[in-house]
């Protein structure tokens, strides 16, 4: 059973810098297609940034280049979400996600696992 746990959400001030964690578990961590989501309240799931297996290509949301970066290390399972100049839009839950697919899409339903997510609150 493959289990995603993220980590590093919290309260930061707009202009500021979080850097969010996704510990997977229970699955060959190495082999996923890894992403995040966020979802803000009362609107549907939307599409942050998502890395292949390999490291390499990764995909941005278009609204959101330039300020977001997605990384992964498959020796310790952990893929990163490191996001710059916060806005208080950026307030959400994040939840990362992993698939067997090598395909990276900007629909959530298409990811076999997600966690249970991380909120981001960006307020002074």
């Known amino acids: 059973q493959v289990q995603l746990l993220e980590s590093g959400g919290g309260l930061v001030q707009p202009g500021g810098s979080l850097r969010l964690s996704c510990l997977a578990s229970g699955g060959p961590f190495s082999y996923f297609t890894v992403g995040w989501f966020r979802q803000a309240p009362g609107k549907e799931h939307e599409f942050v940034a998502a890395l292949p297996w390999n490291g390499v290509s990764a995909t941005y949301a278009e609204s959101l280049k330039g300020r977001i970066s997605i990384a992964r290390d498959n020796a310790i399972n952990t893929a990163y979400l490191r996001m710059d100049s916060l806005k208080p839009e950026d307030t959400a839950i994040y939840y990362c996600?992993?698939?067997?697919?090598?395909?990276?899409?900007?629909?959530?339903?298409?990811?076999?696992?997600r966690g249970q997510g991380t909120q981001v609150t960006v307020s002074a």
């Open positions: 996600v992993a698939d067997w697919s090598a395909i990276v899409t900007r629909s959530i339903s298409d990811y076999d696992y």
